[in-house]
């Protein structure tokens, strides 16, 4: 790892910046009890490092739910020879941690009814918040497993669970709760390439190992000398939090 | 209800077009005072490095963008069908706060071709009246591109844009776009460099008889002052540029390049977390008398003000319209009325291509407007006789950059997850690039906006609602260009090609990312029967309303939208400032 990354460019070039940009500012309303008290401005800060621990214990999910969520994980990104799976880089850790946020309600979503089946180009038309998605899909497939082979999805072999998920992705294994390939495409897939690929800093991607698998260098966000080579770029990755992998 | 003391001109909005209309209008010495419904936002702290450049509160988590909870629009293919809403983001990025959708746009910077401005008198003109479909209501927009062009050249100043002219006062330059229209002078910047998306892309079209040439870039490829004495400094190629604010002062926006001049006049004042319900008239419906907003207690306050302007985007601009009942809404029926005519959006097709190993893209590297483009088959540069469509547009190789989270191209039949996933994720990172076509999309008689009945957002105003699906016209071009990207994709040396081409038999899909450049809904032009604004923005109904944003396009450009969006507004302002303030009324008898 050279010290003189390419970092400290950036950095100086942002400290002349920041002592040429000019002073604001002449506002009314809101943004003046802000500007004047200067207390209240938002911060220049990440969202605070959470990365993952080896004792983790959930706050949204039960121990039948964790249990799940741990075993689905394995099975969407298992350990092999390629890299690290999403159980050791703490992708469920991520899942839980995403659960507290308003996301997981629905508040960055419209959610206000009539509710409508509609043809899937026209998007998500449930009710349903991803903490609901979660509590019931996960219910669904249990049921399915315990239906079919007469035990919970984390009690079948990797084989038996690779079979339920894909038939469950391609939708010819569904729940008359809810469409269960929607649960699995649109929440639980997604959400496990978050955590897998996503800064350390929200529990997932430990030492930034899925990054060093791909060769993405992370928030470097510095590559004037580069972009012009396509050639291999020889440095590791950087977290937020300024962690070299 | 509280009211506020009244001002000359209140604008609704503070995005791209609301701020230059405020510094325009705050240097003719005008009391202005700027509505926006979001928060105040400023590169330090909002996009400091590296709180901003964060994959998922940013990406993944929509950080910038319009919080669907509380406002969205409806969306159908048909009029007889039932608009559902647009619950989650997808298709399109509407922006909210200081800045708009001018803080995580990308930054491709074009103007318009001077035919699309007048594409009805010259598709007649080439190839007669009836090669105009049944069904497309093609119109002139009632302005020229000589009269737009100060106004382009004007924004590119602001912005500090990096590109070559390829028709300097009609001389023709090397290392240009040589269809270009004549511009008064060079760009404000050279081209950024080309990364190697672009590289491959150049080279590729070159052999192959095509005219690759850089596209113009917002993202400064140099230190620069702008006319106003904004700084700017050059882009590193951080690769987290569309969907984010800029780290470096590099991408130009309302923060980098107005605001902190126009905060610094007296008279002006902003008022953030007003969201303006609509637009107040008096009894004859004839005379603004200013707006209705909600304030951030939930208080609804009117504004009282002498002129207004609509500068709150695309979406909200004509739902303002709508609201306030100024000029009479589209039936798609009859044909009659105009608020809500000729919606329209524009096609991307996207192909991603796979390289050999030893063939580095980097695709992490990036700027969201650099890249080598073609415009061989732009508008009507190309002969249409035969092909029997109207419309074409830009292919480019860009190199945005991107992230994992972001989404990982793939190869076609690669699984979604498990070992095989992975392996195809490591083997094809680096490996991957990506050329597009942005295309026109005409104007139809049954793509239209209108109110939904049924739906409403969080201040009980009804939603927006579109309804548009891809036509017969539009498809059939769409398939012309999946061939050429078929073509150059090969010529580039990929070894496979995935990604999505449309063709005819597909329907507008909500869900994956086409574009925010929604276009049309109160359309520019020279008769009142068909557009709501004269050639100056004007309002045909309400003299003291100017109306900006792309909803004035009289149908879908090829081109980004956001520079003949700033040169209108430039364009609008100087006739206000030259015009309209010595004699306020109409600037055009309708
Ligand atoms: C991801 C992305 C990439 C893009 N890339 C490009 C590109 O490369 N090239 C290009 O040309 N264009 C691009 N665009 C489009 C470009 O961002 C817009 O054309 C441009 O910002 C439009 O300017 P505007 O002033 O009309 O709207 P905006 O800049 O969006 O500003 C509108 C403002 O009005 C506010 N507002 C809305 N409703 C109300 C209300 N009721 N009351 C008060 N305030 C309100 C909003 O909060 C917002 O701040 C891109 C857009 C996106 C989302
Ligand atoms: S790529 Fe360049 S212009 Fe875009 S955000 Fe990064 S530094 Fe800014």
């Given at each position: 790892m050279s010290s003189n990354d390419g970092q400290t460019s950036r950095r100086d070039f942002l400290a002349t910046t920041l002592a040429l940009a000019p002073l604001a500012v002449t506002v009314v309303g809101q943004t003046a009890a802000q500007s004047i008290n200067g207390e209240q401005l938002p911060s220049s800060s990440p969202a605070p490092d959470h990365p993952s621990v080896p004792d983790y214990r959930p706050s949204y999910f039960t121990s039948a739910e964790w249990a799940f969520i741990n075993a689905a994980c394995a099975r969407i990104i298992p350990a092999?020879?390629?890299?690290?799976?999403?159980?050791?880089?703490?992708?469920?850790?991520?899942?839980?941690?995403?659960?507290?946020?308003?996301?997981?309600?629905?508040?960055?979503?419209?959610?206000?009814?009539?509710?409508?089946?509609?043809?899937?180009?026209?998007?998500y038309q449930s009710q349903l918040t991803p903490k609901?998605?979660?509590?019931?899909?996960?219910?669904?497939?249990?049921?399915?497993?315990?239906?079919?082979?007469?035990?919970?999805?984390?009690?079948?072999?990797?084989?038996?669970?690779?079979?339920?998920?894909?038939?469950?992705?391609?939708?010819?294994?569904?729940?008359?709760?809810l469409p269960l390939s929607t649960f699995?495409?649109?929440?639980?897939?997604?959400?496990?390439?978050?955590?897998?690929?996503?800064?350390?800093?929200?529990?997932?991607?430990?030492?930034?190992?899925?990054?060093?698998?791909?060769?993405?260098?992370?928030?470097?966000a510095d590559y004037l000398e580069w972009v012009g080579q396509a050639k291999p770029y020889p440095y590791g990755p950087v977290s937020i939090y300024g962690k070299r992998g | 209800m509280a009211t506020n003391k009244p001002v000359d001109v209140v604008i609704v909005g503070f995005g791209w077009t609301g701020a230059i209309m405020a510094i325009e209008l705050a240097q003719a010495g005008l009391n202005v005072l700027a509505l926006e419904r979001g928060e105040d936002a400023t590169t330090v702290p909002n996009w400091a490095y590296p709180k901003v450049v964060d994959e998922i509160s940013q990406s993944a988590r929509n950080g910038l963008l319009q919080n669907l909870s509380k406002s969205t629009v409806t969306i159908r293919h048909h009029k007889d069908d039932r608009a559902l809403p647009y619950r989650q983001i997808g298709s399109f990025k509407p922006g909210t706060g200081v800045g708009g959708a001018g803080i995580h746009w990308s930054g491709v910077h074009s103007r318009v071709m001077p035919q699309e401005l007048r594409l009805r008198s010259h598709i007649t003109e080439r190839y007669g009246a009836r090669f105009i479909p049944e069904g497309m209501t093609l119109q002139d927009w009632g302005v020229t591109y000589e009269e737009l062009e100060p106004h382009f050249d004007r924004f590119e100043q602001v912005c500090g844009t990096s590109g070559k002219a390829g028709n300097l006062q009609g001389r023709a330059l090397e290392g240009g776009n040589p269809f270009e229209a004549p511009r008064s002078h060079e760009f404000p910047l050279p081209p950024l460099t080309d990364p190697p998306t672009s590289a491959l892309f150049a080279k590729a079209t070159r052999e192959l008889g095509y005219h690759p040439y850089p596209l113009p870039a917002a993202n400064a490829s140099r230190p620069y002052t702008n006319p106003y004495g904004c700084q700017l400094g050059p882009c590193n190629f951080c690769g987290f540029c569309s969907d984010y604010g800029c780290i470096n002062y590099s991408k130009a926006s309302p923060q980098t390049t107005i605001l902190p001049v126009l905060y610094r006049m007296p008279n002006f004042a902003l008022r953030t977390q007003a969201h303006v319900l609509k637009v107040n008239t008096d009894s004859a419906g004839k005379v603004a008398t200013g707006v209705t907003y909600v304030d951030a207690q939930g208080h609804e306050v009117e504004q009282?003000?002498?002129?207004?302007?609509?500068?709150?985007?695309?979406?909200?601009?004509?739902?303002?319209?709508?609201?306030?009942?100024?000029?009479?809404?589209?039936?798609?029926?009859?044909?009659?009325?105009?608020?809500?005519?000729?919606?329209?959006?524009?096609?991307?097709?996207?192909?991603?291509?796979?390289?050999?190993?030893?063939?580095?893209?980097?695709?992490?590297?990036?700027?969201?407007?650099?890249?080598?483009?073609?415009?061989?088959?732009?508008?009507?540069?190309?002969?249409?006789?035969?092909?029997?469509?109207?419309?074409?547009?830009?292919?480019?190789?860009?190199?945005?950059?991107?992230?994992?989270?972001?989404?990982?191209?793939?190869?076609?039949?690669?699984?979604?997850?498990?070992?095989?996933?992975?392996?195809?994720?490591?083997?094809?990172?680096?490996?991957?690039?990506?050329?597009e076509s942005q295309l026109s999309n005409m104007a139809y008689r049954g793509c239209y906006l209108d109110l939904d009945p049924t739906y409403r957002d969080a201040y009980g105003t009804p939603l927006l609602r579109m309804t548009l699906n891809w036509q017969d016209n539009d498809l059939r071009m769409s398939e012309f260009f999946g061939e050429k990207l078929s073509q150059i994709g090969k010529a580039m040396g990929a070894t496979s090609q995935s990604g999505r081409v449309l063709k005819r038999g597909d329907n507008w899909d909500t869900r994956a990312y086409q574009s925010t450049h929604i276009n049309g809904g109160t359309a520019m032009g020279a008769d009142p029967k068909t557009s709501v604004v004269n050639k100056y923005l004007q309002s045909w109904d309400v003299s003291n309303l100017f109306v900006l944003g792309a909803n004035v396009f009289a149908h879908g450009i090829g081109y980004n939208p956001t520079g003949l969006v700033g040169a209108l507004a430039y364009w609008s302002a100087a006739n206000i400032r030259a015009t309209y303030l010595k004699s306020p009324g109409p600037l055009v008898r309708g």
């Open positions: 092999d020879e390629h890299g690290p799976g999403a159980v050791e880089l703490g992708v469920p850790q991520y899942i839980d941690r995403q659960m507290g946020t308003p996301w997981a309600d629905g508040g960055i979503w419209y959610m206000q009814g009539p509710f409508f089946a509609g043809a899937p180009e026209f998007g609901q998605q979660y509590r019931m899909g996960i219910k669904a497939i249990d049921t399915l497993c315990h239906e079919r082979l007469n035990m919970p999805f984390v009690a079948l072999t990797a084989a038996q669970q690779d079979d339920v998920l894909k038939q469950i992705e391609k939708g010819s294994l569904t729940s008359t709760e699995f495409s649109g929440f639980l897939l997604r959400n496990v390439m978050e955590g897998y690929f996503g800064d350390p800093m929200y529990g997932g991607n430990k030492d930034m190992a899925a990054w060093k698998m791909i060769g993405y260098p992370g928030v470097r | 009282p003000a002498t002129m207004v302007v609509l500068a709150a985007f695309h979406l909200h601009n004509v739902r303002l319209m709508l609201s306030s009942g100024i000029g009479q809404p589209y039936d798609p029926g009859t044909g009659q009325g105009k608020v809500g005519r000729n919606f329209c959006y524009q096609l991307l097709n996207s192909v991603n291509l796979f390289f050999d190993k030893n063939v580095y893209i980097n695709q992490f590297m990036g700027a969201g407007g650099v890249g080598q483009a073609i415009e061989d088959f732009y508008g009507d540069n190309f002969d249409h006789g035969k092909l029997g469509f109207i419309g074409g547009g830009v292919i480019w190789g860009r190199q945005t950059g991107n992230g994992p989270v972001r989404g990982i191209p793939l190869p076609s039949g690669s699984p979604a997850w498990g070992s095989g996933w992975k392996a195809a994720v490591k083997k094809n990172f680096l490996h991957t690039g990506r050329i």
